[in-house]
């Protein structure tokens, strides 16, 4: 079989089998290499499932509008798999003046980039989500907003390209990318060697080494996230969670489980490697969701994991061609909020490795922005 | 050890055992883990994110291995040749009360 495609992908998260996907579509043959021996291995399926706007830097915030508008409404159809996608809103809660101040700063911002976000007082918080605890003030409050189910929707991206004939290595280890004649064009693995017109890097953290190759730099790190989910109970609520303390966040699933990440505080200092959930975290969400939901407190824990996040220097992505590398895209940094906007990723991706013009304005996440 | 997605594992062919759950926290079927190899999932770990083959309150104790025997047999490979999905914390379901117990106040209350 040919190791030429037009297009050759790094990395088989939700990222990369979204462009695939757009890729396929448009009639590109497409390769992805992926080193895990899984799909989606990396945050991909390891995150909270969040399709939210609010809280969103206003740099990323058109690409989630656009894919909520455009996209995430129809994804299940267009890819033959429900990716449980609910649109019931997101509360971000709080508990103390303090947080209230951080929600209303928060949403002005938002307000001002045209979203459909506000704040609303106890009273209509526990009208939209009657087991809130009284210790609730308040919250900002965006309709609009809502969650999926991030393994089925990078499995459902994957199995759809894989249909269109997007040929997917596992196990497959990028080691760097070979320049011919000045454009990137060969991607070296420990085994084999690729070839594309045009390679799209997509490989979360490990992205860094891989740019390096060819000279280019993304300024981020591996930060750890870390997520629970409970057994199913019978249907309580949808909307997307979240709080001005950042103490957790999360949603009930079509399952019936419910979904949530947590931050410890720890998560720059995890061990390095195979991610892995600390001890102390399920604990300390334990107590920040039943000081919020103590209906809770008796929905039993089945499970735990724990991610990387590749968390950038400035918090959002980059999604961009190179000058100094023609043939080569971009797409890393993800932060810890990628899933909401793949869809749109992806989409935008087919059109920077096409050389067409892209949808949304992608100059705010250009790689050069690192360089003053 | 690459795997490539896209090797010929041939059509796949309706069962008359089909119909049996194998996965019986979720009520997974034979034939929904068979069909889902040949929608690309090759592993253990991309048939339990897929279908939640063993994300049930028994967490795999039951199922692992029936699933692992049915995937390789599709697959045509050794049932040694599939890594196991990982195993995770809490060994058993834990109640959000009793896992938010804070292990220093549990200490002072015994000084």
């Not at chain 1, 809280?55 to 033959?80: A, F, H």
């Not at chain 2, 999932?41 to 025997?69: E, H, P, S, W």
Request: glycine share 10%; proline share 5%.
């Amino acid at each position: 079989m040919s190791n030429y495609a037009d297009v050759v992908i790094i990395g088989a998260g939700i990222i990369g089998c979204s462009a695939a996907y757009n890729l396929a579509k448009k009639g590109c043959s497409v390769i992805v290499l992926e080193a895990n021996d899984n799909i989606g291995n990396g945050g991909s399926t390891r995150n909270g499932g969040g399709v939210r706007q609010s809280g969103r830097d206003p740099r990323e915030l058109p690409l989630i509008m656009y894919g909520i508008k455009n996209i995430w409404p129809t994804l299940s159809e267009e890819l033959g798999v429900n990716v449980e996608y609910y649109q019931e809103g997101n509360l971000r809660l709080g508990k103390t003046d303090a947080h209230i101040k951080t929600l209303q700063g928060l949403t002005n911002s938002a307000v001002s980039c045209g979203l459909d976000v506000r704040m609303i007082g106890q009273d209509e918080a526990k009208a939209i989500n009657p087991f809130l605890s009284n210790e609730v003030l308040g919250a900002s409050w965006c309709p609009t907003d809502g969650h999926a189910n991030p393994l089925l929707t990078t499995l459902a991206y994957y199995r759809k390209a894989r249909q269109l004939g997007v040929r997917f290595f596992t196990g497959e280890k990028v080691i760097k990318i070979n320049k011919i004649k000045g454009k990137a064009r060969q991607v070296v693995t420990e085994n084999n060697v690729y070839e594309g017109d045009k390679i799209i890097v997509a490989a979360g953290f490990a992205s860094r080494s891989i740019l390096n190759s060819v000279g280019i730099d993304v300024p981020m790190v591996p930060v750890l996230l870390e997520t629970l989910v409970t057994e199913a109970v019978e249907p309580m609520f949808y909307q997307m969670l979240g709080t001005a303390a950042a103490d957790f966040y999360g949603h009930q699933s079509t399952h019936g489980s419910f979904v949530f990440g947590v931050n410890s505080g720890m998560e720059p200092y995890a061990k390095p490697g195979s991610p892995v959930s600390s001890s102390s975290a399920a604990s300390i969400a334990c107590r920040g969701i039943m000081s919020y939901f103590p209906a809770l407190a008796d929905v039993k824990i089945v499970r735990t994991w724990a991610g990387w996040m590749d968390s950038c220097a400035d918090h959002v992505p980059v999604i961009s061609t190179v000058e100094e590398v023609p043939g080569l895209v971009v797409a890393c940094g993800f932060s810890g909020h990628g899933f909401g906007i793949s869809p749109t990723v992806g989409l935008l991706l087919s059109e920077l490795a096409m050389d067409t013009k892209t949808t949304l304005d992608l100059k705010a996440l250009r790689y050069e922005r690192f360089c003053r | 050890m690459v795997n490539d997605r896209s090797r010929d594992i041939g059509e796949f062919v309706p069962a008359p055992d089909d119909d049996m759950i194998i996965c019986r926290c979720e009520e997974i079927t034979k034939g929904e883990i068979r069909s889902a190899v040949h929608d690309g999932m090759y592993t253990l770990t991309d048939i339990r994110r897929f279908l939640r083959t063993g994300m049930g309150l028994c967490q795999g104790q039951t199922c692992a291995k029936l699933v692992k025997g049915i995937v390789s047999r599709e697959l045509g490979v050794s049932p040694a040749d599939l890594e196991p999905a990982t195993a995770r914390a809490p060994m058993r379901p834990i109640e959000m009360k009793v896992m938010a117990n804070d292990l220093n106040e549990e200490v002072a209350k015994h000084e």
